[in-house]
């Protein structure tokens, strides 16, 4: 479903489809010991990114930049990110993460995202393949954009137990959700 510049992390597939220059910014803190910064940029032909954690002893530092085109209803997305740490035997890692998304009209859509294709190696193991699936729905024929309902299957390594997830998104206004 995710259609803005949070698909340089989520589904790069989602980036074919365009609002303009967009931003994004979030710095979270659970506790003195962590702490996780976010910020992306999504300018007319360069999407970008940086993630940080901080998890005490340990810095995570990844850098982002992605791709997408639209073949509709199709469309597909490659994000590149540079990873780094400060332990362990690799400290540096290059990973590709793609996406799909098929979008019919804007009542329905579906997306498939594969993050850490290559399965790179990064400190003392490797960076996990992962897999997300997921449905919307933009229930409102009035204001199709105004509510969308989805839901999602994440499954973070291949053999891990799938999470899933129920959410909603409600439009107050242009800007505002």
């Known amino acids: 479903e995710v259609d803005d510049i949070t698909s340089l992390v989520v589904n790069p597939a989602g980036l074919a489809y365009g609002r303009g ?3 994004f910014f979030e710095f979270n803190t ?3 010991a962590r702490s996780q910064v976010t910020g992306l ?3 007319p032909l360069i999407h970008g990114g940086y993630l940080h954690e901080d998890a005490g002893s340990h810095d995570y530092d990844a850098y982002l930049f992605g791709t997408a085109v639209q073949i509709a209803p199709f469309s597909v997305g490659w994000t590149f990110s540079l990873n780094r740490v400060d332990w362990g035997r690799g400290r540096r890692a290059p ?4 996406g799909l998304q098929f979008r019919p009209n804007r009542v329905v859509s579906a997306g498939l995202a594969v993050r850490n294709v290559n399965n790179p190696p990064l400190a003392d193991g490797h960076l996990d393949r992962g897999y997300a699936v997921a449905i919307s729905t933009r229930p409102l024929a009035a204001r199709p954009e105004g509510l969308t309902l989805t839901a999602q299957g994440d499954w973070p390594r291949p053999a891990a137990r799938g999470e899933f997830t129920l959410g909603t998104e409600f439009r107050v206004v ?4």
């Not at 990973?95 to 793609?98: G, K, R, V």
């Not at 242009?174 to 959700?177: E, F, N």
């Open 30 to 32: 659970g506790n003195a």
């Open 95 to 98: 990973a590709h993460h793609l």
């Open 41 to 43: 940029l999504k300018l």
């Open 21 to 23: 220059m967009e931003g």
């Open 174 to 177: 242009d800007g505002l959700r």
